[in-house]
Protein backbone atom coordinates (compact mmCIF):
# COMPACT_ATOMS: atom_id res chain seq x y z
CA UNK A 1 0.00 0.00 0.00
CA UNK A 2 2.65 2.21 0.78
CA UNK A 3 4.82 1.36 -2.36
CA UNK A 4 1.77 1.91 -4.48
CA UNK A 5 1.25 5.51 -3.00
CA UNK A 6 4.39 6.27 -3.15
CA UNK A 7 4.48 5.21 -6.87
CA UNK A 8 1.69 7.18 -7.58
CA UNK A 9 3.27 10.42 -6.17
CA UNK A 10 5.91 10.31 -8.99
CA UNK A 11 3.97 12.48 -11.31
CA UNK A 12 3.35 15.06 -8.97
CA UNK A 13 6.72 14.83 -7.87
CA UNK A 14 8.63 15.34 -11.13
CA UNK A 15 6.02 18.16 -11.67
CA UNK A 16 6.32 19.95 -8.75
CA UNK A 17 10.34 19.57 -8.99
CA UNK A 18 9.56 21.31 -12.49
CA UNK A 19 7.80 23.92 -10.98
CA UNK A 20 10.33 25.00 -8.75
CA UNK A 21 13.08 24.77 -10.93
CA UNK A 22 11.24 27.36 -13.01
CA UNK A 23 10.26 29.79 -10.35
CA UNK A 24 14.42 29.35 -9.54
CA UNK A 25 15.21 29.68 -13.42
CA UNK A 26 12.82 32.70 -13.76
CA UNK A 27 13.67 34.84 -9.91
CA UNK A 28 17.27 34.10 -9.48
CA UNK A 29 18.51 35.28 -13.53
CA UNK A 30 17.17 38.94 -13.26
CA UNK A 31 19.95 40.88 -13.04
CA UNK A 32 23.01 41.96 -14.37
CA UNK A 33 25.19 39.26 -15.17
CA UNK A 34 23.16 36.31 -14.28
CA UNK A 35 20.77 37.50 -16.60
CA UNK A 36 23.11 36.29 -19.22
CA UNK A 37 23.81 33.20 -17.88
CA UNK A 38 20.10 31.75 -17.67
CA UNK A 39 20.19 27.63 -17.79
CA UNK A 40 17.27 26.17 -19.45
CA UNK A 41 16.25 23.79 -16.00
CA UNK A 42 13.52 22.26 -17.83
CA UNK A 43 14.80 20.54 -20.89
CA UNK A 44 16.67 18.26 -17.66
CA UNK A 45 13.26 17.55 -17.06
CA UNK A 46 12.44 16.98 -20.51
CA UNK A 47 15.78 14.38 -20.88
CA UNK A 48 14.80 12.31 -17.86
CA UNK A 49 11.40 11.93 -18.90
CA UNK A 50 12.48 10.72 -22.77
CA UNK A 51 15.14 8.45 -21.31
CA UNK A 52 13.49 7.29 -18.18
CA UNK A 53 9.39 6.96 -18.14
CA UNK A 54 7.52 5.67 -21.81
CA UNK A 55 6.88 6.75 -24.85
CA UNK A 56 3.51 8.03 -23.90
CA UNK A 57 4.13 8.50 -19.95
CA UNK A 58 6.96 10.75 -21.03
CA UNK A 59 5.55 12.61 -23.74
CA UNK A 60 2.46 13.91 -21.51
CA UNK A 61 4.58 14.72 -19.02
CA UNK A 62 7.11 16.90 -21.93
CA UNK A 63 3.54 18.05 -22.92
CA UNK A 64 2.61 19.51 -19.40
CA UNK A 65 6.54 20.81 -18.69
CA UNK A 66 6.58 22.45 -22.01
CA UNK A 67 3.11 24.26 -21.16
CA UNK A 68 4.71 25.47 -17.77
CA UNK A 69 7.27 26.82 -19.57
CA UNK A 70 5.00 28.68 -21.96
CA UNK A 71 3.12 30.12 -18.75
CA UNK A 72 6.33 31.70 -17.52
CA UNK A 73 7.27 33.03 -20.67
CA UNK A 74 6.07 35.72 -23.55
CA UNK A 75 7.11 33.16 -26.26
CA UNK A 76 4.48 32.18 -28.54
CA UNK A 77 2.09 29.56 -27.52
CA UNK A 78 3.12 26.23 -28.43
CA UNK A 79 7.01 27.65 -29.13
CA UNK A 80 8.46 25.63 -26.23
CA UNK A 81 5.90 22.88 -26.93
CA UNK A 82 7.33 22.36 -30.10
CA UNK A 83 10.44 22.50 -29.35
CA UNK A 84 10.69 20.73 -26.63
CA UNK A 85 8.54 17.61 -28.05
CA UNK A 86 11.47 17.60 -30.97
CA UNK A 87 13.77 17.28 -28.25
CA UNK A 88 11.52 14.13 -25.98
CA UNK A 89 11.39 12.43 -29.60
CA UNK A 90 15.04 13.30 -31.33
CA UNK A 91 15.85 11.79 -27.55
CA UNK A 92 13.57 8.76 -27.18
CA UNK A 93 14.87 7.53 -31.12
CA UNK A 94 18.64 8.04 -30.00
CA UNK A 95 17.62 5.95 -27.22
CA UNK A 96 18.21 2.53 -29.66
CA UNK A 97 21.94 3.45 -29.67
CA UNK A 98 22.44 5.52 -26.90
CA UNK A 99 24.39 4.62 -23.77
CA UNK A 100 24.14 6.58 -20.76
CA UNK A 101 26.70 4.42 -18.15
CA UNK A 102 26.75 8.09 -15.81
CA UNK A 103 25.99 11.10 -14.62
CA UNK A 104 28.90 12.86 -17.29
CA UNK A 105 27.31 11.26 -20.07
CA UNK A 106 23.75 12.98 -19.32
CA UNK A 107 25.64 16.20 -18.83
CA UNK A 108 27.65 15.91 -22.64
CA UNK A 109 23.66 15.02 -24.18
CA UNK A 110 22.04 17.99 -22.20
CA UNK A 111 24.99 20.13 -23.22
CA UNK A 112 23.80 18.51 -26.93
CA UNK A 113 20.33 18.97 -26.39
CA UNK A 114 20.24 22.14 -25.28
CA UNK A 115 21.63 23.58 -28.26
CA UNK A 116 19.59 21.47 -30.06
CA UNK A 117 16.50 23.01 -28.67
CA UNK A 118 17.47 26.30 -29.28
CA UNK A 119 17.71 26.01 -32.91
CA UNK A 120 14.41 24.20 -32.86
CA UNK A 121 13.28 27.23 -31.45
CA UNK A 122 14.79 29.70 -34.12
CA UNK A 123 13.17 27.65 -36.89
CA UNK A 124 9.89 27.67 -34.96
CA UNK A 125 10.19 31.47 -34.68
CA UNK A 126 11.67 31.72 -38.61
CA UNK A 127 8.07 29.97 -39.70
CA UNK A 128 6.35 32.19 -37.81
CA UNK A 129 8.38 35.16 -39.11
CA UNK A 130 9.76 36.52 -35.79
CA UNK A 131 13.64 35.27 -36.05
CA UNK A 132 15.07 38.48 -38.18
CA UNK A 133 16.23 39.96 -34.86
CA UNK A 134 15.80 36.47 -32.66
CA UNK A 135 19.00 34.68 -34.62
CA UNK A 136 21.91 36.48 -33.38
CA UNK A 137 20.72 36.93 -29.98
CA UNK A 138 19.68 32.98 -29.53
CA UNK A 139 23.42 32.51 -31.07
CA UNK A 140 24.87 34.57 -28.45
CA UNK A 141 23.49 32.46 -25.88
CA UNK A 142 23.96 28.98 -27.36
CA UNK A 143 26.75 27.92 -26.07
CA UNK A 144 27.14 30.01 -22.79
CA UNK A 145 23.40 28.22 -21.88
CA UNK A 146 24.09 24.97 -23.29
CA UNK A 147 27.00 24.85 -20.47
CA UNK A 148 25.08 26.12 -17.71
CA UNK A 149 22.21 24.04 -18.20
CA UNK A 150 24.51 21.11 -18.61
CA UNK A 151 26.31 22.06 -14.98
CA UNK A 152 22.82 22.78 -13.25
CA UNK A 153 21.96 18.89 -14.79
CA UNK A 154 24.14 17.34 -12.57
CA UNK A 155 22.46 18.41 -9.51
CA UNK A 156 19.21 17.81 -11.25
CA UNK A 157 19.59 14.46 -12.45
CA UNK A 158 20.78 13.51 -8.70
CA UNK A 159 17.51 15.11 -7.85
CA UNK A 160 15.35 13.06 -9.91
CA UNK A 161 17.09 10.09 -9.32
CA UNK A 162 16.25 10.61 -5.97
CA UNK A 163 12.66 10.85 -6.40
CA UNK A 164 12.27 8.20 -8.96
CA UNK A 165 14.27 5.80 -5.77
CA UNK A 166 11.86 7.08 -3.27
CA UNK A 167 8.70 6.29 -5.46
CA UNK A 168 9.91 3.12 -7.07
CA UNK A 169 10.16 3.94 -10.19
CA UNK A 170 13.98 3.25 -10.38
CA UNK A 171 14.53 -0.23 -11.91
CA UNK A 172 17.58 -0.67 -9.66
CA UNK A 173 15.29 -0.60 -6.72
CA UNK A 174 12.46 -2.30 -8.31
CA UNK A 175 14.56 -5.02 -8.66
CA UNK A 176 15.96 -4.92 -5.38
CA UNK A 177 12.65 -4.73 -3.93
CA UNK A 178 11.87 -7.60 -5.64
CA UNK A 179 14.62 -9.48 -4.49
CA UNK A 180 14.02 -8.57 -1.13
CA UNK A 181 10.30 -9.53 -1.82
CA UNK A 182 11.59 -13.07 -2.69
CA UNK A 183 13.41 -13.58 0.27
CA UNK A 184 10.93 -12.59 2.46
CA UNK A 185 8.83 -15.55 0.24
CA UNK A 186 11.32 -17.96 -0.29
CA UNK A 187 13.58 -17.61 3.33
CA UNK A 188 10.94 -16.58 5.36
CA UNK A 189 13.15 -13.37 6.13
CA UNK B 1 -12.19 -0.58 -33.73
CA UNK B 2 -10.08 -1.64 -30.43
CA UNK B 3 -8.29 -3.92 -31.74
CA UNK B 4 -6.74 -1.42 -34.14
CA UNK B 5 -6.20 1.19 -31.51
CA UNK B 6 -4.22 -1.41 -30.25
CA UNK B 7 -2.55 -2.64 -32.74
CA UNK B 8 -1.80 1.21 -33.96
CA UNK B 9 -0.95 2.58 -30.17
CA UNK B 10 2.40 3.29 -30.77
CA UNK B 11 2.16 5.59 -34.54
CA UNK B 12 -1.51 7.01 -33.00
CA UNK B 13 0.38 8.22 -29.53
CA UNK B 14 3.35 9.64 -32.04
CA UNK B 15 0.67 11.10 -34.18
CA UNK B 16 -0.75 13.61 -31.23
CA UNK B 17 2.38 14.30 -29.79
CA UNK B 18 3.22 15.96 -32.84
CA UNK B 19 -0.17 16.99 -33.94
CA UNK B 20 -0.71 19.27 -30.41
CA UNK B 21 1.92 20.80 -30.26
CA UNK B 22 1.23 22.33 -33.82
CA UNK B 23 -2.62 22.78 -32.79
CA UNK B 24 -1.24 25.08 -30.10
CA UNK B 25 1.19 26.90 -31.96
CA UNK B 26 -1.08 27.49 -34.94
CA UNK B 27 -3.94 28.76 -32.42
CA UNK B 28 -1.60 30.98 -31.01
CA UNK B 29 -0.46 32.92 -34.19
CA UNK B 30 -4.17 34.51 -34.26
CA UNK B 31 -4.92 35.52 -31.14
CA UNK B 32 -3.23 35.23 -27.62
CA UNK B 33 -4.79 34.33 -24.55
CA UNK B 34 -4.99 34.26 -20.87
CA UNK B 35 -4.45 32.63 -18.20
CA UNK B 36 -7.33 29.54 -18.15
CA UNK B 37 -7.97 28.32 -14.55
CA UNK B 38 -5.43 25.43 -14.07
CA UNK B 39 -2.92 28.02 -15.55
CA UNK B 40 -3.94 29.85 -12.25
CA UNK B 41 -2.94 27.29 -9.89
CA UNK B 42 0.61 26.59 -11.39
CA UNK B 43 1.14 30.56 -11.19
CA UNK B 44 -0.27 30.61 -7.60
CA UNK B 45 2.42 27.83 -6.88
CA UNK B 46 5.23 29.43 -8.65
CA UNK B 47 4.33 33.19 -7.61
CA UNK B 48 5.28 32.75 -4.28
CA UNK B 49 8.43 30.81 -4.36
CA UNK B 50 9.84 33.59 -7.07
CA UNK B 51 8.64 36.18 -4.61
CA UNK B 52 10.81 34.72 -2.04
CA UNK B 53 13.51 33.80 -4.07
CA UNK B 54 13.59 37.64 -5.26
CA UNK B 55 13.20 38.56 -1.61
CA UNK B 56 15.95 36.33 -0.04
CA UNK B 57 18.68 37.66 -2.97
CA UNK B 58 17.68 41.32 -2.71
CA UNK B 59 18.45 41.02 0.97
CA UNK B 60 21.71 39.23 0.46
CA UNK B 61 22.92 41.61 -2.10
CA UNK B 62 21.61 44.77 -0.15
CA UNK B 63 23.48 42.99 2.71
CA UNK B 64 26.90 42.32 0.76
CA UNK B 65 26.66 45.83 -0.55
CA UNK B 66 26.04 47.79 2.78
CA UNK B 67 29.47 46.25 4.12
CA UNK B 68 31.49 46.77 1.21
CA UNK B 69 30.47 50.59 0.73
CA UNK B 70 30.48 51.01 4.60
CA UNK B 71 34.04 52.38 4.65
CA UNK B 72 33.55 55.12 2.02
CA UNK B 73 30.20 56.58 3.72
CA UNK B 74 31.77 59.47 4.97
CA UNK B 75 33.10 60.59 1.46
CA UNK B 76 29.96 59.63 0.32
CA UNK B 77 27.68 62.18 2.84
CA UNK B 78 29.87 65.00 1.88
CA UNK B 79 29.06 64.34 -2.08
CA UNK B 80 25.97 64.16 -1.46
CA UNK B 81 25.03 67.14 0.92
CA UNK B 82 27.14 69.16 -1.48
CA UNK B 83 24.65 67.63 -4.63
CA UNK B 84 21.72 68.01 -2.03
CA UNK B 85 22.38 72.00 -1.90
CA UNK B 86 22.84 72.32 -5.76
CA UNK B 87 19.06 70.63 -6.18
CA UNK B 88 17.67 72.88 -3.57
CA UNK B 89 19.25 75.50 -5.65
CA UNK B 90 17.97 74.16 -8.84
CA UNK B 91 14.45 73.41 -7.44
CA UNK B 92 13.83 76.55 -6.23
CA UNK B 93 14.72 77.60 -9.88
CA UNK B 94 12.27 74.99 -11.58
CA UNK B 95 9.75 76.00 -9.52
CA UNK B 96 9.83 79.28 -10.77
CA UNK B 97 9.93 78.08 -14.38
CA UNK B 98 6.66 75.88 -13.12
CA UNK B 99 4.94 78.90 -12.65
CA UNK B 100 5.84 80.83 -15.72
CA UNK B 101 4.90 77.76 -17.63
CA UNK B 102 1.60 77.52 -15.68
CA UNK B 103 0.56 81.45 -16.05
CA UNK B 104 1.68 81.10 -20.27
CA UNK B 105 -0.60 77.68 -20.37
CA UNK B 106 -3.09 79.66 -18.94
CA UNK B 107 -2.82 82.37 -20.88
CA UNK B 108 -2.88 80.19 -24.32
CA UNK B 109 -5.76 78.33 -22.85
CA UNK B 110 -3.81 75.27 -22.90
CA UNK B 111 -6.15 72.88 -20.87
CA UNK B 112 -5.52 69.52 -21.51
CA UNK B 113 -3.30 67.98 -18.41
CA UNK B 114 -2.55 64.22 -18.18
CA UNK B 115 -3.79 63.04 -14.87
CA UNK B 116 -2.31 59.70 -14.28
CA UNK B 117 -3.39 56.90 -11.48
CA UNK B 118 -0.72 54.30 -11.26
CA UNK B 119 0.18 51.08 -9.20
CA UNK B 120 3.77 50.64 -8.20
CA UNK B 121 4.75 47.10 -8.39
CA UNK B 122 8.00 45.17 -7.57
CA UNK B 123 9.41 42.68 -10.22
CA UNK B 124 9.25 39.27 -9.20
CA UNK B 125 10.82 37.29 -11.99
CA UNK B 126 11.75 37.22 -15.24
CA UNK B 127 11.20 34.95 -18.26
CA UNK B 128 11.75 31.59 -18.14
CA UNK B 129 13.84 31.66 -21.59
CA UNK B 130 16.31 33.90 -22.75
CA UNK B 131 14.90 34.34 -25.78
CA UNK B 132 11.87 36.76 -24.48
CA UNK B 133 12.12 39.41 -22.01
CA UNK B 134 8.53 39.08 -19.96
CA UNK B 135 9.08 40.33 -16.59
CA UNK B 136 6.21 39.22 -13.67
CA UNK B 137 5.17 41.58 -11.17
CA UNK B 138 4.30 41.33 -7.60
CA UNK B 139 0.74 42.93 -8.51
CA UNK B 140 -2.17 41.66 -10.36
CA UNK B 141 -6.04 41.99 -10.52
CA UNK B 142 -6.74 42.61 -6.48
CA UNK B 143 -4.58 45.75 -7.54
CA UNK B 144 -6.53 47.23 -10.45
CA UNK B 145 -3.85 45.78 -12.91
CA UNK B 146 -5.64 44.73 -16.17
CA UNK B 147 -4.66 43.57 -19.29
CA UNK B 148 -3.39 45.91 -22.22
CA UNK B 149 -1.97 48.89 -18.99
CA UNK B 150 1.16 50.64 -19.45
CA UNK B 151 4.11 49.61 -17.45
CA UNK B 152 6.67 52.65 -16.95
CA UNK B 153 9.12 54.22 -14.73
CA UNK B 154 10.51 57.59 -14.34
CA UNK B 155 13.23 56.32 -17.42
CA UNK B 156 10.31 55.33 -20.01
CA UNK B 157 8.10 52.93 -21.01
CA UNK B 158 8.53 49.17 -19.44
CA UNK B 159 6.19 47.53 -21.25
CA UNK B 160 2.58 46.33 -21.49
CA UNK B 161 0.26 43.83 -19.36
CA UNK B 162 0.26 40.68 -20.94
CA UNK B 163 -1.73 38.67 -18.62
CA UNK B 164 -2.83 39.13 -15.06
CA UNK B 165 -3.59 36.65 -12.10
CA UNK B 166 -5.23 38.02 -8.78
CA UNK B 167 -1.60 38.60 -7.58
CA UNK B 168 0.84 39.04 -10.19
CA UNK B 169 1.01 40.02 -13.63
CA UNK B 170 3.19 39.38 -16.54
CA UNK B 171 4.23 42.21 -18.86
CA UNK B 172 5.47 42.16 -22.45
CA UNK B 173 8.67 44.46 -22.60
CA UNK B 174 9.68 46.79 -25.45
CA UNK B 175 12.68 44.82 -26.17
CA UNK B 176 10.62 41.33 -26.96
CA UNK B 177 10.26 40.45 -30.82
CA UNK B 178 6.17 40.81 -29.47
CA UNK B 179 5.95 44.02 -28.28
CA UNK B 180 5.53 47.13 -31.12
CA UNK B 181 4.69 50.58 -29.93
CA UNK B 182 4.03 53.96 -32.06
CA UNK B 183 6.72 56.55 -31.51
CA UNK B 184 7.67 60.12 -32.44
CA UNK B 185 11.19 61.77 -32.57
CA UNK B 186 10.87 64.34 -30.31
CA UNK B 187 13.07 66.46 -32.15
CA UNK B 188 12.11 66.15 -35.79
CA UNK B 189 8.36 64.68 -35.19
CA UNK B 190 9.21 61.42 -37.40
CA UNK B 191 6.94 58.92 -36.70
CA UNK B 192 7.69 54.92 -36.55
CA UNK B 193 7.04 51.47 -34.99
CA UNK B 194 9.34 51.02 -31.94
CA UNK B 195 9.66 47.05 -32.33
CA UNK B 196 11.99 44.84 -29.80
CA UNK B 197 14.95 42.72 -30.85
CA UNK B 198 15.62 41.05 -27.71
CA UNK B 199 19.38 41.74 -27.59
CA UNK B 200 18.32 44.88 -25.13
CA UNK B 201 17.87 46.41 -28.45
CA UNK B 202 15.38 47.69 -30.49
CA UNK B 203 14.07 48.93 -33.93
CA UNK B 204 12.29 51.80 -34.96
CA UNK B 205 10.36 50.60 -38.23
CA UNK B 206 8.28 51.93 -41.03
CA UNK B 207 10.93 55.26 -41.13
CA UNK B 208 11.16 56.44 -44.41
CA UNK B 209 14.65 56.91 -46.07
CA UNK B 210 13.83 60.67 -46.40
CA UNK B 211 12.96 60.82 -42.99
CA UNK B 212 15.42 63.37 -40.53
CA UNK B 213 16.00 60.60 -37.79
CA UNK B 214 20.17 61.07 -36.10
CA UNK B 215 22.17 58.86 -33.33
CA UNK B 216 20.85 60.90 -29.84
CA UNK B 217 17.82 61.35 -31.15
CA UNK B 218 15.12 60.86 -28.21
CA UNK B 219 11.92 58.92 -29.14
CA UNK B 220 8.85 59.43 -27.23
CA UNK B 221 5.68 57.44 -27.28
CA UNK B 222 3.18 59.20 -29.23
CA UNK B 223 0.02 58.13 -27.22
CA UNK B 224 -1.54 56.67 -30.73
CA UNK B 225 -2.29 53.18 -29.86
CA UNK B 226 -4.17 54.40 -26.62
CA UNK B 227 -1.92 52.09 -24.32
CA UNK B 228 0.56 54.59 -23.17
CA UNK B 229 0.15 58.24 -22.58
CA UNK B 230 1.90 60.24 -25.31
CA UNK B 231 5.35 61.96 -24.01
CA UNK B 232 6.74 59.08 -22.10
CA UNK B 233 10.80 58.24 -23.88
CA UNK B 234 10.83 54.95 -25.19
CA UNK B 235 14.39 55.28 -25.92
CA UNK B 236 17.44 56.84 -27.92
CA UNK B 237 18.47 56.76 -31.19
CA UNK B 238 22.15 54.21 -31.43
CA UNK B 239 22.55 53.71 -34.97
CA UNK B 240 21.09 55.00 -38.21
CA UNK B 241 21.47 52.61 -41.53
CA UNK B 242 20.44 54.63 -44.00
CA UNK B 243 21.37 52.44 -47.65
CA UNK B 244 21.24 54.57 -50.85
CA UNK B 245 18.17 52.78 -52.34
CA UNK B 246 14.72 51.10 -50.69
CA UNK B 247 11.66 52.89 -49.44
CA UNK B 248 12.68 52.53 -45.34
CA UNK B 249 15.88 53.52 -43.20
CA UNK B 250 16.94 51.05 -40.49
CA UNK B 251 17.02 52.86 -37.17
CA UNK B 252 18.51 50.92 -34.01
CA UNK B 253 17.12 52.39 -30.72
CA UNK B 254 18.24 52.00 -27.09
CA UNK B 255 15.86 51.70 -24.57
CA UNK B 256 15.34 54.08 -21.88
CA UNK B 257 14.74 51.59 -19.25
CA UNK B 258 17.76 49.60 -18.45
CA UNK B 259 16.29 46.06 -18.18
CA UNK B 260 18.88 44.44 -16.14
CA UNK B 261 18.69 46.86 -13.31
CA UNK B 262 14.98 46.99 -13.51
CA UNK B 263 13.74 46.22 -9.92
CA UNK B 264 9.94 48.36 -9.19
CA UNK B 265 7.69 50.19 -12.32
CA UNK B 266 4.98 52.05 -12.53
CA UNK B 267 1.70 50.70 -13.87
CA UNK B 268 -0.73 52.99 -15.31
CA UNK B 269 -3.92 52.61 -14.25
CA UNK B 270 -5.92 55.04 -15.99
CA UNK B 271 -5.26 58.56 -17.89
CA UNK B 272 -7.35 60.89 -17.60
CA UNK B 273 -8.01 64.49 -19.58
CA UNK B 274 -9.36 67.13 -17.75
Not at chain 1, 90 to 99: D, I, K, M, N
Request: with cysteine.
Amino acid sequence: MNRLLRQLLNTPGFLLIALVLTAIQSAVFISFPLNWLQPELLLCMVLWAGLKRSFTRGGILTLLVGHIAELHSTAPQGLFLCSMMAIFLGVRLASRVLVLPDFHAWTRLTLIASMAAKLVDLIVMAVLGKADSQWRHSLLHLFPDAVLTALAGIWIYRLLYWLDRITFQDLKTEKRLSDDWQLVENEGF
Amino acid sequence: MIKYLREYRFQITLFLFVLIPMIAIDTSTRAPRDYRFYDRWVISITSPIQSSLQWLLDRSVSAFQNYVYLWNTRKENLLLTETNRRLLAEIGQLRETQQENLRLRTLLGFQEKLRLKTVIARVIATDASTEFHALRLNRGELAGIQKDMAVVTPEGVVGRILRTTPHTSDVVTIVDTLSAIDAINERSRVRGIVEGMTDDLCQLRFALRTDDIAPGDVLISSGLSGIFPKGVPVGMVSKVDRMPYGITQQVEVKPAVDFSKIEEVQVILKQESS
